[in-house]
C-alpha cells in the first residue's frame, strides 16, 4: 500500500506499506532512492502525533469528533454543490472535493475572483489534468465551520452562472415534507 501525508495530514511526504522484500527492493532500485530527501523530523512527528490523537491515545475523543466533522463537512459541501449543477469528480465521502471547470482559461478567472471574496482555492490544470480537465480542488478540513462552507458555496453559486461553470445535466429528486419525490 502506498499513500501520501500531503493532503490528509497538511504535511510532506509519503509512505510505503509492504513486506521487507518489497522495501527493500524499492530501496535498492528506485531512483528515488538516490535521489530524494527523507521526511524531516518535524514532519515525521506532526503525522505521529496526528495519528495518536485520531486512535485516542492522547486520552481524549478529539481524534474521533475531528474524524464525525471532517465526514460531516465533506457530505455537506459535496451534496451541496452538485445541487447547485457543478460536476464533481471523486468519491462522495472524501474531503478532496474536486469540482470541475474543463476549460482551461476559466482557470485564472475563478482563482482571481475567489481571492476577491477572500476565499483562497486550488486550481489544478494542465500538465497536471488532460488538457480540458481543468478543476478547482476543494481541501475540506474539520476545523472549517458550516458558516466557512456557506461563504464558499454562495460564491460558487455566483462564479458558476458569471463564469458559465454549472455544467450538470443531473436533475436531482428531493422528497418534500409530505414525502412525495419533487423534481428540483
Known sequence: MMGTFTKSFGAAGGYIAASQAVIDALRTHSHSNGYATSMSPPVVQQVLTSMRIIMGRDGT????????????????????????????????????????????????AIGREMKKRGICIVVVGYPATPIVESRVRFCLSASHTRADLDKVLQAMDELGDTLGLKYSRQRLAVCDKDRKIKIT
Request: hydrophobic letters at 40%; zero cysteines; glycine letters at 8%.
Open 61 to 108: 475523543n478529539d481524534g474521533t469528533r475531528r474524524i464525525q466533522t471532517l465526514a460531516d463537512n465533506a457530505r455537506y459541501f459535496r451534496q451541496a454543490i452538485k445541487k447547485l449543477g457543478f460536476i464533481v469528480y471523486g468519491n462522495d465521502a472524501s474531503p478532496i472535493v474536486p469540482v470541475m471547470l474543463f476549460m482551461p482559461g476559466k482557470i485564472s
